[in-house]
């Protein structure tokens, strides 16, 4: 039980820090739907893969309108930034077209992209509440920032800061390289860097073969049943329309009555 209260309460600090160096920068969508449901969204901003039925996902104007505005192949790779979930219980994502407009899709339509959040989501039971931050004797080189121990891509900085990045969580991978968790260095977020070996690459890494972290099994498209989904109209805007519609028609005949009377 310990244990478990432990690990949660080390999974919340690595949340908080996280919210803490985003704060001043979240993206705000301009788009109708979101300015007027902000505060039921879901702050997201993780990458996804297209993965809907008959080869492509669909992009509507918004959870509750079916006008399409675009289409996506699957494959395509794009940013949900926020999900909204609709009076159905289904999860929508809001996204950029190619034609740098703003569309919503169902996210049963996408695959995350195996990032640091999946990382934590999988191994954090395994992560070590430690503070540090790298040794002097890295000024000048080139680190290397991970978006999670294991992956076979990184980012490289030289070190020509006078503060070094510091991590708060460390993680021991099956090799035995210790990794830290930053939250934040001159515009790198979220990133781990191996802190027995800052300035290895991967094949410097794991010579004989990574962990196998983030790779996606490879099981082709699902079969979709039940139909595509789509938006359906909100029954409290189309009644409140009608209900404008209906008091505009009515004040319009009133008006013409007492112009023919005055004719």
């Excluded at 505005?69 to 159905?88: F, P």
């Excluded at 993680?171 to 802190?195: L, Q």
């Excluded at 039940?226 to 319009?252: D, E």
Aim: glycine share 10%; with cysteine.
């Amino acid at each position: 039980m310990k244990r478990r209260v432990c690990l949660l309460g080390i999974l919340a600090c690595l949340m908080i820090s996280t919210l803490c160096v985003r704060a001043d920068v979240i993206y705000e969508p301009q788009d109708s739907f979101y300015r007027t449901h902000a505060g039921e969204c879901t702050y997201v901003n993780r990458c996804f893969i297209v993965n809907g039925p008959d080869g492509q996902a669909i992009v509507y104007k918004s959870p509750e309108s079916p006008k399409v505005i675009g289409t996506l192949e699957n494959g395509a790779e794009i940013t949900i930034s926020y999900t909204y979930q609709d009076s159905d219980g289904i999860l929508w994502g809001i996204c950029d077209t190619d034609q740098k407009r703003t569309g919503w899709m169902p996210m049963d339509y996408l695959q995350v992209i195996y990032d640091y959040i999946s990382f934590q989501e999988e191994y954090g039971e395994k992560f070590v509440e430690q503070s540090g931050c790298l040794g002097e004797e890295y000024k000048g080189k080139d680190v290397c920032f991970w978006p999670y121990p294991g992956s076979e891509e990184c980012f490289t900085m030289s070190m020509d800061w006078e503060d070094m990045p510091e991590y708060r969580f460390v993680y021991t991978d099956e090799k035995g390289h210790s990794w830290g968790f930053v939250g934040y260095y001159f515009g790198i977020r979220n990133s781990w860097v191996c802190i027995d070996q800052p300035t290895a690459v991967y094949e410097e890494l794991y010579p004989q073969g990574g962990p196998g972290i983030g790779v996606q099994s490879e099981d082709g498209n699902p079969e979709w049943q039940g139909g595509r989904i789509a938006p359906h109209l909100n029954k409290r805007t189309i009644l409140i329309t009608a209900a404008l519609v209906a008091a505009v028609v009515a004040v319009t005949a009133i008006l013409l009555v007492k112009l023919k009377k005055k004719g």
